[in-house]
Every structure is written in C-alpha cells, then in structure tokens.
C-alpha cells in the first residue's frame, strides 16, 4: 500500500466539523478516487521542477538541456511505456493527448462510418452525459436521427444493472445494423463493469466496430486492449490516475488499423517526430495512435500524469491493485449491508425506488459480484426523491468521509487500492449509521 505517496486533504481542509483532531492535520477518508484522485506526491515534485526548469532554461527546456533528460518535445515518450503497461497495449497504440471527450470525437470520426445497413451505435443507457451529448452530435453530423441511429440498452425491468447475457444477445440480434459498439468499461452511476473480452469478441463477430469509453476503468482493473482485440478506447486521467483535475488524457487505436487509419485532422505533433522541427510543408503522420496528437501538450500535465504513473509502476500495476481493491471493496460492501438501514437490490424492484411509502433506507445498486465492479459501490437512498441522500452527504462531509454524490439520489464510495485501508471502510460505514440514525432521530 502506497498511502504515504499521496496527500490528503486534512479533517480541518475541509470543515470536519464533527471529528477531535486535537489540533492535529489528520487525513479525511476519502472515497471519492473515482471523481478525483488524491494527488501524489511525486505528481508535485514533478510539476515543481518542470516549473523550475521553465523559469530557468525557458525555451531552452524543450530540448535535450533540460537537467532532468524530460526534454519537452519528447515528454511523452516517458509516459507512453506506463500508459501501454497499464491497458496492455503496445507504446504505439497508445498516445497521451487532449482530454476524454475530444478523443471521443476524434475516434467516432475514424471509426464511425455509418451506412444505408450498418448505422447504429450501441451504447448503455444513462451513459456519461458528455458521451451521450457525443453518440448524438456524431449521428447528426452523419445526417441520422439519434433517435434511430443511438440504440442504448436498459437493465430489465425490475433490475439495476445490465446483464452481460442482454448485451451478448442484442448484439447478436441487431449486429447486422450496428456500426459501432460503445460501452464504457465501467459505468459511472452504477460502478457495472461490462466485461470488455467478450462483449468485443461478439462484437467483431458480427462485423461490428467496437470501441470503449475508460473513464472508471482504467487504472481500477487490469485491461488487456491490444490482446482483446479492441479497436479504440479513450479515458481520462483525473479520476484513478490521479493525474489532477482536467489532466491529459488517452488514446488506444489497435495496431491491426496501421495500415488503413489516417488522421483525418492532422496537426503537428501527429507529424514523425524525426522531421517535425524541420517544419516541412506537408503532413507525414506517426503510424499508429501517436498520429493523431495534434498540438504539443501541456508539460505540467503531462508531469503530474507521470508522477502518478511512476506510484503506479512501484505498486506493480494492476494484478496486485486489483486483489487489494476486491478486499477492500468487499470489506466496505459486507460492513454497509450489515446496516439497520440497509435493503438488498434483490428485495426491490427498480420501480418502486420512488414509492414513499419506502422506509428511509438505502440499497447499493452495484453488482455483487466482484467479477462485474471495479472499486465504486452506489449507494442509492430511499425512497428516491425524499432527499435523504443529500441529508447523509452532508453528515458524512462533517465526520470527513468524503465520496461524491450523483443525482438521482445515489452516492458513490470507492476504496482506492493505492492509498485506502480498512479503517477508511470502517470509519464510512460508521458514520453512515450515524447518519441515519440522526436524521431519523433515533
Ligand atoms: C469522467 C467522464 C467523462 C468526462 O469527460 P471529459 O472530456 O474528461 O470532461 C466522460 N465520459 C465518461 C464515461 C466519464 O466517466
């Protein structure tokens, strides 16, 4: 556990009001990895002495002066060995670039190509709203209705979740339609993980594209991209990666595409960087995924993407996080389904979530099964539309227990393998009883 690597902010930072500190800075239990990740400490360092070496070298940075061998022009040649380790890909199917949403775009450009037959893109239901906005906008540049070319899945009734057989199956009956298949690895409100091995190999089966949206998933679970046989994927880096708010973000264009795919929106950095600075009039890309950078990227972004790579390496990537985060997640699962307050999912139809004739309670809606979740358990507060959820929030704020709440009515907890523990779990299940037992006035 690498804890001490990153910095937390302190019961006093943000107004525990409720917890004796003794006037000592100790750290909140901070749940809210998923959201936004802890900073690191070597993140700072890093950021630090790029600033340093910008008000000292200035342009002089760029090249291979710079005294910690980052010269700028070539600094994500530091981050792309990590980031390939990380979704198990090679260094050039992955590239460090823009942010989550424009690499969307810029893939659905590339891979998005609907026809008379083969038009739909097949997505969940209740995706990121930035992806929805996305799946949307790319059918009407196309010319279709997103009414009929954006086929989203719902759990059944009664359910939820979606079951992977329900996807397989759709997949399966409308394959001959679909033009892309686009699920994110883990679903935000959820915390669903949509096994990406099988449903991609349904996917190619059909003739199907199929890419992913990584934003919950990467640095939660172990990710074999390449060997999967994906096509695309693009995440963010700010929620596990701990890269900062905003930070850089990621691509993944299988090799397989070589030989075919161009940018079609060429900028400089997607140029071979071995003739870049000779600045020659005409576009000669980077073969694979590097190629489609545009612009040269921010250093202090890239700097604090490294730093939390570098954390990332010395716990040895993800096999042993993973097992760390199966424990932890199913510690905080067991301890909050111990709860006076608790009711199981499988003892409620999602219909009824809003009948207030509920008791005040509260369920998680997140699969039990280890095998489809990462680290983020939801939970959903009853009856729905009472309010209780913001009510309990704003108690557990007080106690510092920081995790983030999502409208309607849930509120996410992810233990972080890299710096929760089990008393992080015990404290948060503790003061959810509390909690309760105060807003109820028991
Ligand atoms: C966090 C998240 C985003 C955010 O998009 P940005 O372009 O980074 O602002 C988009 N999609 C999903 C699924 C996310 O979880």
Same mark, same amino acid.
């Given at each position: 556990m690498l804890r @001490?690597?990153f910095?937390?902010?302190?019961?006093?930072?943000?107004?525990? @009001?409720?917890?004796?500190?003794?006037?000592?800075?100790?750290?909140?239990v901070y749940l809210a990895g998923n959201s936004l990740g802890l900073?690191?400490?070597? @993140?700072?360092?890093?950021? %630090?002495? *790029?600033?340093?070496?910008?008000?000292?070298?200035?342009? $002089? #940075?760029?090249? @291979?002066?710079?005294?910690?061998?980052?010269?700028?022009?070539?600094?994500?040649?530091?981050?792309?060995?990590?980031?390939?380790?990380l979704?198990?890909?090679?260094?050039?199917?992955?590239?460090?670039?823009?942010?989550?949403?424009?690499?969307?775009?810029?893939?659905?450009?590339?891979?998005?190509? +609907?026809?008379?037959?083969?038009?739909?893109?097949?997505?969940?239901?209740?995706?990121? +709203?930035?992806?929805?906005?996305?799946?949307?906008?790319?059918?009407?540049?196309? !010319?279709?209705?997103?009414?009929?070319?954006?086929?989203?899945?719902?759990?059944?009734?009664?359910?939820?979740?979606?079951?992977?057989?329900?996807? &397989?199956?759709?997949? *399966?009956?409308?394959? /001959?339609?679909?033009?892309?298949? =686009?699920?994110s690895g883990v679903q935000y409100y959820t915390g669903q993980y949509?096994?990406?091995?099988?449903?991609?190999?349904?996917?190619?089966?059909?003739?199907?594209?199929?890419?992913?949206?990584l934003a919950h998933a990467v640095g939660n679970l172990p990710l074999?991209?390449? #060997?999967?046989?994906?096509?695309?994927?693009?995440w963010?880096?700010?929620k596990y990666l701990n890269?900062?708010? !905003?930070?850089?973000?990621?691509?993944?264009?299988?090799?397989?595409?070589?030989?075919? $795919?161009?940018?079609?929106?060429?900028?400089?950095?997607?140029?071979?960087?071995?003739?870049?600075?000779?600045?020659?009039?005409?576009? /000669?890309?980077?073969?694979?995924? %590097?190629?489609?950078?545009?612009?040269?990227?921010?250093?202090?972004?890239?700097?604090?993407? $490294?730093?939390?790579?570098?954390?990332f390496?010395?716990a040895?990537m993800m096999v042993p996080l993973r097992e760390r985060s199966i424990v932890l997640t199913g510690l905080l699962e067991k301890l909050l389904?111990?709860?006076?307050?608790?009711?199981?999912? !499988?003892? =409620?139809?999602? *219909?009824?979530?809003?009948?207030?004739?509920?008791?005040?309670?509260?369920?998680i809606i997140t699969p039990r099964d280890p095998k489809s979740r990462g680290a983020q358990l939801s939970l =959903?507060? &009853? +009856?729905?539309?009472? #309010?209780?959820?913001?009510?309990?929030?704003?108690?557990?704020?007080?106690?510092?227990?920081i995790g983030d709440?999502?409208?309607?009515?849930v509120i996410r907890l992810a233990p972080t393998p890299l710096y929760n523990d089990e008393?992080d779990c015990? %404290?948060a299940?503790?003061?959810?009883?509390?909690?309760?037992?105060?807003?109820?006035?028991?």
């Open positions: @001490s690597r910095q937390f902010p302190t019961y006093s930072d943000v107004d525990a @009001s409720r917890v004796q500190t003794d006037g000592r800075a100790k750290p909140c900073m690191p400490s070597r @993140s700072k360092e890093l950021i %630090q002495e *790029e600033i340093a070496v910008w008000s000292t070298r200035a342009v $002089l #940075g760029h090249f @291979s002066s710079h005294p910690h061998g980052r010269g700028w022009v070539r600094f994500p040649n530091h981050i792309e060995p990590l980031l390939a380790e979704v198990g890909a090679n260094e050039k199917e992955v590239a460090c670039m823009s942010t989550l949403t424009t690499n969307l775009h810029l893939m659905m450009d590339s891979f998005y190509k +609907p026809t008379s037959e083969r038009y739909k893109i097949l997505c969940e239901a209740k995706a990121f +709203p930035s992806d929805q906005y996305a799946f949307a906008s790319q059918a009407v540049a196309h !010319g279709l209705d997103p009414a009929q070319a954006v086929l989203e899945m719902k759990p059944r009734k009664g359910e939820f979740y979606l079951r992977e057989e329900d996807i &397989l199956d759709t997949i *399966e009956r409308e394959g /001959s339609t679909i033009a892309i298949v =686009l699920f949509f096994p990406i091995e099988p449903i991609t190999r349904k996917a190619k089966e059909k003739g199907c594209i199929c890419g992913w949206d074999s991209l390449h #060997g999967w046989d994906v096509d695309f994927a693009v963010c880096t700010y890269s900062g708010p !905003g930070g850089i973000a990621g691509l993944y264009v299988h090799d397989k595409w070589n030989e075919v $795919l161009r940018p079609k929106f060429a900028g400089w950095w997607g140029h071979d960087p071995s003739t870049r600075f000779q600045m020659p009039p005409t576009f /000669s890309p980077i073969i694979g995924a %590097q190629g489609f950078q545009q612009s040269n990227p921010s250093v202090l972004a890239c700097a604090s993407l $490294l730093g939390s790579l570098q954390v390496k010395e040895g389904s111990e709860s006076k307050y608790f009711v199981a999912s !499988g003892d =409620l139809a999602q *219909e009824d979530v809003a009948n207030p004739n509920l008791n005040p309670s509260f369920t =959903l507060f &009853l +009856p729905v539309g009472s #309010g209780l959820m913001m009510k309990v929030f704003n108690v557990l704020t007080s106690f510092g227990v709440e999502r409208d309607p009515d008393e015990k %404290q299940a503790r003061s959810l009883e509390i909690a309760f037992q105060e807003i109820l006035g028991q």
